[in-house]
């Protein structure tokens, strides 16, 4: 089982004080303004979504918009939870149960011994155990579909610059049509790391606005799936997007025929201190 390392660090760690940070998430001022409510009948089914994983003071309510859209449609058979390794240059797959606060959380293992018996993707339990991107998910994902928690699957995969995207796109995609698998994704990343603290200073006036403008221009291949544009444009700019690799691998994975940018705003926009700061979105796929 991988235990939850980050409790009482990015989220509270008692079951009580989490509930109510996740309720303020989706109720705060940069938050949906509202709980999830139950799945709306003719709704177009989220095929992914991009969601944060910063400390939840920070970019839970940036999340919460992506868990509000993944709560009010149909439960699909699996979650595939992709982010970065932010500790090593390993990429894997996890098939053990999560335990979070909320409770366990368990893995198609069906579904992670076909992806990995094609050879690209590899079982890496060890990558996952210092990891927070994947695990900071789960307490919304819990909370959000609470009613249907003990339903949720998952396959988590950690994603860094040692896997061939083209082929784990392959091959997510062989194993989704072989299986059956209705699937939704979820995309754990920040946006543009900036200041002192992360190397990263391309401006030092209107901060504000230069990082909006910086983390848009990002957003903008996303939403028309271009991949590849999207890489050369995190390239071209350095920008310090740590979920890009998975990003792109998401564009590669799946089509759509809409993607909306729900919310976006920066941690400077939350402590009013743009010295070094994070951006966070919330992107919905359908």
């Not at 009948?41 to 969601?51: E, F, M, N, R």
């Not at 979820?186 to 606005?209: A, E, Q, R, V």
Request: aromatic letters at 10%; charged letters at 25%.
């Amino acid at each position: 089982m991988r235990k939850a390392a980050y409790a009482g660090l990015f989220y509270p760690k008692t079951v009580g004080t989490l509930t109510k940070t996740l309720e303020e998430c989706f109720t705060g001022k940069l938050g949906p303004g509202a709980l999830p409510t139950k799945p709306r009948p003719g709704a177009l089914p989220v095929k992914a979504v991009i969601s944060p994983h910063a400390g939840y003071v920070y970019s839970g309510m940036a999340a919460a918009w992506s868990y509000k859209a993944l709560a009010e449609t149909e439960l699909p058979d699996l979650f595939v939870l992709i982010g970065p390794n932010h500790r090593t240059n390993e990429s894997g797959i996890s098939l053990d149960t999560f335990e979070t606060p909320l409770g366990l959380v368990r893995p198609d293992q069906e579904f992670g011994k076909a992806l990995a018996g094609k050879g690209n993707i590899k079982i890496n339990e060890e990558a996952h155990l210092p990891e927070h991107s994947l695990e900071v998910q789960l307490p919304f994902l819990q909370f959000a579909l609470a009613d249907r928690a003990e339903k949720i699957k998952i396959l988590p995969l950690l994603v860094s610059d040692d896997l061939d995207i083209e082929s784990a796109a392959k091959d997510l995609k062989g194993t989704i049509t072989e299986l059956k698998r209705r699937v939704a994704f979820i995309i754990s990343s920040d946006f543009t790391h900036y200041g002192p603290s992360y190397g990263y200073l391309p401006f030092k006036d209107n901060i504000k606005k230069n990082l909006s403008d910086l983390d848009m221009g990002g957003v903008n291949f996303i939403k028309k799936g271009d991949a590849e544009g999207f890489r050369d444009y995190v390239h071209k700019t350095g920008a310090s997007i740590c979920g890009y690799l998975p990003i792109i691998l998401l564009l590669k994975t799946i089509t759509f025929e809409e993607a909306l940018l729900e919310q976006y705003y920066t941690s400077g926009d939350v402590t009013n201190d743009y010295t070094n700061s994070v951006s966070y979105a919330s992107i919905i796929f359908r």
